[in-house]
């Protein structure tokens, strides 16, 4: 695997209510090959508010890549996921559903919705750690992201 | 037969004939033509002088033959009878003087046939000459009906006599026997040399002959033309059987008796039918009355107008239906249903009734009855159409179906636990896995950061943390496969084992080159299963096998598949460590391990959710297992075609 040189590091934004999901999470980036930024938001509208820019986040960066919890208090992923799809202005965003969840009826909804792909947290933590590294290879590595709007 | 007649032209009383015979031709002649008969006018030395044209006839020869011949050449005897009559001048008195012994006389025609002959004579002198006119008359027509008559009696006789089942015969006027046939031989036992001319009274028994009723017998029958009696009669060996005997008088037309013809008839195989009979009734009696379910014979009662049924007349019930109705059998005979048993008339079981005995075809049916006059709540009827009735059987099923309502709530009662337990087993299972990743990734996190920066036993204590950890999301994992058998169950459809197995096999591909395994597959059927599961049976198995291999030999597993009758063995054969048949039971139970954790990996859920499959498919699994030497998994499937159960 090549190092990759970017000018800037790949800002993600983690949108977690779970304090101690969103601390595996930051743990397993760490060990990521390409230096990123994590935001985190900690429920649905605090995420819409990101990406908007509203409220407290009037000057916050766009996101190259979104992981989304699909249950969140007061507004929840799948509303989010919906959201940012339909906006002109969001829907280039990669948006990754990072959940517990595998149920088949959520897996179908999110790639209805348009989500870019789906994973099942798992329990192990040396797999945890692998799906994340894995996700940061591909998406960050591997695929082309569109250059930012503001960048 | 010769008859002397002296009247010409009739029999009876002697006329006058005016005219003296002179012996004229013309007289002679006028005889001639006007005889009826043939007649030869025969001279006193017995030759013939004139004939008639049906004498001619008669005998074939024509006048001049017959002329002159000898009479005694053509009807032999009949001149010499001719010196036993009186010669008479002439034809005038005298009357009939038949001879006392007839005698048949045989007559010749020309060609020589004979013919029996009746003749008749009559001398007449003519001047110093005696003639005898001699009257010849064919009898054989007469003496062919006669034969006939004859034969037609005698073949008759020889029929009564032939008859094997009556005994047919004679008696006297005084009562003795004067006849026999085979049926009487049969019957009584005497031969007929033995018992003609024997009395009547030696059939009676010695009571009967006592009290005179041989001849009362016979007294009756001489009054009234017949009289029939049934009573026992004595054979020759002096056994006894039961007769019916008619006697009947034959009777002169002056009413004497002439004698009597007796018939009797051996009734002792109708005695013994009778008697059977009488043994099948009381049979059917003691079974009717011995069975448990109520029985009645039901008649219809109708209207006169239109002989449609109103009601039903009970004609015979049984002990069960007396206790039943707590009435007597002389309280149920000829009463009607209406009366006895009256919601019967409106709950459906008269329209039935009626059905039944329309129809002509038998129902059956359970019928919960709600009658406070009999005392069960549930019955099983069988109703049967009888000639102009019905049987009607009923069984009491109260207690049969108050058990089945209550198994029937039992299962219910299971069925919403088992519900409940899938529930619980599930939502437990798929809630736990949320908390038990929190503990066991970061205990694995503390376990990978602060490996050595803590003490020892931080170190130690970390690891029991984290194996435990590890050891509850087997089980939790566990947990779901199992409930997810009832959860995730499909429906069964035909399967081909051979592409289900070959998936399987592809998925342990890592684990059959590990161990440089062997694996035979053969003709796999196509089964009905839920694919799904079936293929987690095979890997299963297949899995186990590969696991529990014997170090010192190249593991090798045979698929097979035997074909039963509606239904499949596949088994899964390996030459591994195999299992002691004491522990052959334990293995399919959850989470039963044989061995150590260390030894051989695996939650011990395995085999427990191959048996809760097998057993989903109605089937069973079992081993076969020498302990090391190998195991064989054998389990069974339904086949697709028959779709039938195992």
Redesign the interface.
């Known amino acids: 695997m090549n190092l990759v040189f970017r000018s800037q590091p790949i800002e993600i934004l983690l949108v977690e209510d779970n304090p101690?999901d969103v601390d595996?999470t930051l743990?397993a980036l760490k060990d990521g090959k390409v230096s990123n930024v994590v935001r985190v938001a900690r429920d649905g509208e605090d995420a819409m508010d990101f990406l908007r820019r509203r409220g407290q986040h009037l000057s916050a960066p766009m996101p190259d890549i979104i992981l989304l919890d699909l249950n969140l208090p007061k507004k929840d992923g799948r509303e989010v996921l919906a959201e940012i799809k339909l906006d002109p202005e969001l829907k280039h965003i990669p948006v990754v559903i990072l959940t517990?969840s595998n149920a088949e009826r959520d897996i179908l909804e999110s790639y209805q919705i348009h989500a870019n792909c789906y994973i099942q947290?798992?329990?192990?933590?040396?797999q945890?750690m692998t799906v994340v590294t894995s996700l940061e290879r591909f998406w960050l590595t591997i695929v082309k992201l569109p250059k930012g709007t503001d960048a | 037969m010769i008859w002397e007649i002296d009247h010409v032209m009739g029999i009876g009383a002697p006329t006058p004939y005016s005219e003296p015979l002179d012996g004229s031709p013309d007289q002679l002649g006028f005889l001639l033509s006007a005889s009826p008969d043939a007649l030869l006018i025969v001279d006193w030395a017995g030759r013939i002088q004139r004939v008639n044209s049906d004498a001619e006839v008669l005998f074939g020869y024509s006048a001049t033959a017959l002329i002159g011949k000898a009479v005694e050449e053509l009807v032999p005897g009949s001149f010499r009878h001719r010196n036993e009559l009186q010669p008479h001048g002439d034809l005038i008195s005298a009357t009939v003087q038949p001879l006392a012994a007839a005698v048949p006389l045989s007559a010749r025609k020309q060609g020589g046939s004979t013919f029996p002959a009746d003749v008749r004579l009559r001398s007449i002198r003519i001047g110093e000459e005696v003639i005898t006119a001699t009257w010849v008359r064919d009898l054989s027509e007469r003496q062919r009906e006669k034969d006939l008559a004859a034969g037609a009696e005698e073949r008759f006789a020889a029929l009564v006599r032939s008859i094997k089942d009556y005994a047919i015969f004679q008696v006297d006027a005084e009562g003795r026997i004067t006849s026999w046939n085979d049926g009487a031989q049969r019957i009584k036992g005497y031969d007929a040399s033995e018992i003609v001319g024997s009395p009547m009274a030696i059939f009676f028994t010695q009571e009967d002959i006592a009290s005179g009723k041989p001849e009362w017998l016979l007294e009756q029958a001489k009054l009234h033309g017949r009289v029939e009696d049934e009573g026992w009669r004595v054979r020759k060996d002096g056994s006894k059987f039961w007769a019916d005997a008619v006697l009947t008088a034959v009777l002169s037309a002056s009413g004497e008796v002439i004698c009597f013809a007796k018939v009797t008839r051996d009734l002792t195989q109708r005695l013994r039918a009778e008697e059977l009979v009488r043994t099948s009734e009381q049979r059917f009696r003691a079974a009717i009355d011995g069975s448990v379910d109520a029985f009645y014979i039901l008649r219809p009662v109708r209207t006169s107008g239109d002989g449609k049924i109103v009601d039903f007349e009970y004609i015979e019930v049984n002990a069960t239906a007396e206790a039943r109705h707590k009435r007597s059998r002389a309280e149920l005979i000829g009463r009607r249903v209406s009366e006895v048993s009256p919601r019967t008339m409106n709950d459906g079981t008269f329209d039935t009734l009626v059905r039944v005995l329309t129809t002509g075809q038998r129902e059956e049916s359970e019928v919960q009855i709600d009658d406070p006059g009999i005392d069960i709540a549930w019955a099983h009827r069988q109703l049967i159409p009888l000639e102009d009735g019905l049987a009607l059987s009923s069984r009491d099923i109260t207690a049969r179906k108050h058990a089945e309502r209550e198994l029937q709530l039992f299962a219910d009662r299971l069925e919403r636990s088992n519900q409940e337990l899938q529930m619980f087993a599930h939502v437990a299972s798929h809630d736990l896995?949320?908390p038990?990743?929190?503990v066991?990734?970061?205990v694995?996190?503390l376990q990978?950061r602060y490996r050595g920066k803590l003490d020892a036993d931080a170190d130690k204590f970390i690891g029991y943390a984290v194996e435990g950890a590890?050891r509850m999301?087997d089980l939790i994992n566990s947990l779901l496969a199992y409930s997810r058998v009832d959860s995730h169950a499909q429906a069964l459809v035909a399967t081909d084992c051979e592409k289900l197995i070959a998936g399987v096999l592809r998925d342990l591909k890592a684990k059959i080159d590990e161990a440089s395994a062997v694996i035979e597959v053969g003709h796999m059927p196509i089964v009905l299963a839920d694919g799904t599961q079936l293929g987690e049976v095979f890997l299963n198995l297949l899995a186990n096998a590969l696991k529990f291999r014997d170090g010192a030999r190249i593991p090798k597993v045979r698929v097979h598949a035997e074909r039963r009758a509606n239904h499949w063995i596949l088994s899964v054969q390996d030459n591994g460590i195999g299992i002691e048949p004491r522990h052959f039971e334990r293995v399919f139970r959850a989470f039963q391990r044989l061995h150590a954790r260390d030894e051989y990996p695996g939650s011990g859920i395995g085999l427990s959710i191959c048996k809760k499959i097998v057993e989903r498919h109605g089937g069973r699994i079992w081993i076969e297992s020498q302990p090391g030497q190998g195991t064989t998994f054998l389990f069974t499937m339904p086949d697709a075609q028959a779709g039938g159960q195992s």
């Not at chain 1, 947290?121 to 040396?126: F, N, Q, Y």
Request: glycine fraction near 0%.
């Open positions: 101690a595996l743990e517990s947290k798992p329990v192990d933590l040396e945890f | 896995q949320e038990l990743r929190m066991a990734s970061y694995q996190l990978k590890v999301r």
